[in-house]
Nanobody
Framework: QVQLVESGGGLVQSGGSLRLSCTAP????????MAWYRQAPGKQRELVAG???????NYADSVKGRFTISRDNAKNTMYLEMNSLKAEDTAVYYC?????WGQGTQVTVSS
């Protein structure tokens, strides 16, 4: 019943930037941690970045220094700012809020 709405995926050249957005119902957004995951073809889903309601963050080593996770609690929205994108960043990116998952958004980086 709970719906996470994602946007921002697309096609970008290596070195470019994208910003992903995810909105969630305020009832769960305000009390639960949120995170971005990604899954490339033939590979397991992996954690990209996570953020608590209070703003504490963690990042996968592969994206540290290039990606920034943030949340706007007033808008019930989480963001993933992706800079200096590489071909290996190509994957379907998923938003997670508690035990609820978004539908995923495709990010394709051409080299």
């Amino acid at each position: 019943q709970v719906q996470l709405v994602e946007s921002g995926g697309g096609l970008v050249q290596s070195g470019g930037s994208l910003r992903l957005s995810c909105t969630a119902p305020k009832i769960i957004f305000r009390i639960l941690n949120m995170a971005w995951y990604r899954q490339a073809p033939g590979k397991q889903r992996e954690l990209v970045a996570g953020i608590t309601y209070g703003g504490n963050t963690n990042y996968a080593d592969s994206v540290k220094g290039r990606f920034t996770i943030s949340r706007d609690n007033a808008k019930n929205t989480m963001y993933l700012e992706m800079n200096s994108l590489k071909a290996e960043d190509t994957a379907v990116y998923y938003c997670r809020c508690g035990d609820t998952w978004g539908q995923g958004t495709q990010v394709t980086v051409s080299s």
